[in-house]
């Protein structure tokens, strides 16, 4: 009891910033995802020409207040951990940055406007927060099932992009340049948006015989999807007995996460865990 | 026995009406089922143009109808119902009430037309009725499975959107407006076609590298599908255990088992079965 | 043993006409596949209208001959069978007749082109032979299974077309005749389009809170194809243990069919089979 | 040990190229996979007719490299093989040498355009290589899941082409040339990209009654993947738990592919393996 009592306030804003055990925690991420989710919708509605015509100021003072509380969350993650320079080279790290610096520059250059995109990868912190999705219960076990069936899907959608590569060959010498096959990889996008039975019909066949192979593929990605299906559905079976938890809990020391519920001590650098 | 009797026309009402253990609540409920669909196939024949020009009366006279039957069955059933107020402001007695109030409305106000869309919520008084596919005994597994899986399933379609919002941004980045790509939430809504494999084509990629990072999105959301499907069907293969497709009789006669359901005489030695 | 040997013509006729047990049961069956499959290659190509201008005489004599063969094998069959009132009235019977008939009409009358479409309904014929497929031994618990789950797929296309008039009664108020939804019908036929990935894109939204709504609908349609698939997944995984081989031996009594291998009584009547 | 020393540079060279246990023989494999995959971007690259005007020396420069590169492989597959006839004549034989030749004719005739097309042939050299997959240890039990489910789907498939078709001919007769469903060919290639999911939306139903037909195909294609979805899901689910080890060894004196893990002589020819 006495040692959680001593607990520095880094050692609190650790457990509140990167971590979802707590109900501080908890409320810390649910305002962090409704703030992410509010500067993308931002991004998007900016976009829109006419609605940026009618509410650029509006839009752009709310741009500023979402990247200036993005900067204090950046600068709260790198003073609370024990080593900052590991958290700022990590993925979510640089992400982090990436995403907040776009307006600053704004400040310095004119027609910084492609930076801007940069801030839709904000979107990505949101699997951050997505440890919270394992409370659910429901994403854990299915992560392990996808992983497992990782290789066989890989190498069922590698043998797809091969099929796809022939038959839009194929089809580049049937139908030709006229029918708008104009070149291999352009058949080939066109194999592909058929196989997987998306049909745009920017490009279709023209001549019976194209037509009759376009048949063959669409009833051949028709009948593939099944594996793919098959793949995760049995290994989702298997895994539905058998399951792991593993709390939010990140080391505050190394930052390592996945413990199982009820670690004492860090699997990773052998430091004990709250 | 005599406490049945004593039922009073309130409490049978109630069963006619409100349950389908009886027949005369069977009986109501297939009618009211009849006349619900008879009232939405009004709604659609009369948005068709030509139809309603050349059938008004007829049309305007069968809404009549049915408005009324509604309105009759309203009353009996608030009437019927011990806590009438508690059905007043349920969701179907909301629903109930909606769908019979803009032919009345139409009286009294020139232009009600747009309060006259209001009567295809009817159909979902239907779901309603649907207790009664309760008694198929099909879906009712069905709904256990689909409630087991409903976390995994909402965490996956969340996936899916997000996936979506990145993948739409890049193309909106790649394409741009001068490609149909003229927003970034008309390029997200771009990305959910493609990704979902329904592919209008009204946009389409135009540059190589655009088809190239659609053809990207097309393969994933071929892979992808597999998820939802497998986690249904291991719910489904759990829920699964007992099934019945050939019965237990044996031949009083030579006593061969493993008679086919419905069948009337011993496949084995020709006399005739229970 | 006496006893086949004493077996008429006319039950020889029986069972190689109506079983595939016998070698030459087998054969008339492949035989008459292959006339089929010729005499639906004739009606395609005869539609095709620059084929049909430069072999026309070729096509009509080939028709003239399959005409005549199957109208041989239609007076066998009548003849061969104990109850013929029973076979000429089935549903083959019919179909047998009715793809025979508009041949000797186009003698009679002029302009009975449209009764020349009747010839396509041979192809149901192929069905019949299918009992073929039996063999493979695959088809017959994929029957099974099919059979168990019909059910509950029947209860969710009822569901899923529900959702499609609702949704589209939606998008027809949404996005209105301009955009073309121009009548309830029509906007569920979009609704579908949709739900069910096909995505002509002949009709598409172009409002944006349009495209917001049929973003939803398409995530839907790819979230639900996961319940038809899960059930017959379950269904086939259950039946993929035990097994019940059934035979093509029809009986000459009472026509039923699908009888268990080695039963020598037909369920149905009682009487004996070969 | 003394008979692994003796071994002849020809047996060393059959190890290297034909089989993929050994660390060279891995290496070569790898080597020719990048070689394959270089050379297909380089057929890709010259069919895009602004690269190939710009690029031509580059690409025709390296066309020739590759072109020696695989003559030079295919010479020594056929000298270090035991029977060289029994290589040249197989399928993977002459794939070899007409992915190989066509670039050689360019020398002595002009517009051997078309033969260019055959150098498209090399990507199936690439499923040669794929053997590699099997170390993955996925694909293999994959591919006894797809063979043992291979007869269902084949049945699967013959009742979709049937469905086809005659829903197909059935649009032909309701819609008619004047929208589109100009044959019956072209309405069953119609049936065909509809049943599929794929809707390109070049030809479309335009009657109400061709719209209604069609909505019931899309219903029953979006409702029957789930056949074969669910086969393969079973039958994967059923061998998830016994597995078969296959190397990638191939005999050097019969060249029988497919050997048990662990196996010292051929199952074919009972020659020593290496």
Redesign the interface.
Known sequence: MKEKLKTSWKERLHEIIYEADTRAGKLFDVILLVAILAS?LL???E???HLDNKYHNFLNISEWIITILFSIEYILRVVSIKKPLKYIFSFYGIIDLLSTIPKYLSLFFIGSH?FA?LR?LR??R??RILKL?RY????NK?LI??KASR???L???FF???LC??LG??M??IEGAENGF?????S??WA???????????I?PHT?FG??I??II??L???I??????????????N?SNSIDINTQSCSHCAAEGHKDGAEFCYNCGSKLN
């Open positions: 993308i991004v998007m509605l976009s829109v020409e492609h995109a839709a979107l990505l949101v699997f999705a659910i219960g429901a994403s299915l099932s996808l290789a066989k899907i190498v069922f959608l797809v992009i091969i590569v022939i060959t194929i580049y010498m104009t070149s291999i990889p352009r080939v996008y592909i948006v058929t196989m997987t039975t998306v049909g745009y019909g920017d279709a019976p037509q009759f376009a048949s669409m009833i990605g028709y009948g999807i099944a594996i793919p299906t098959g793949i995760v559905s049995s290994e989702i079976t298997k539905n």
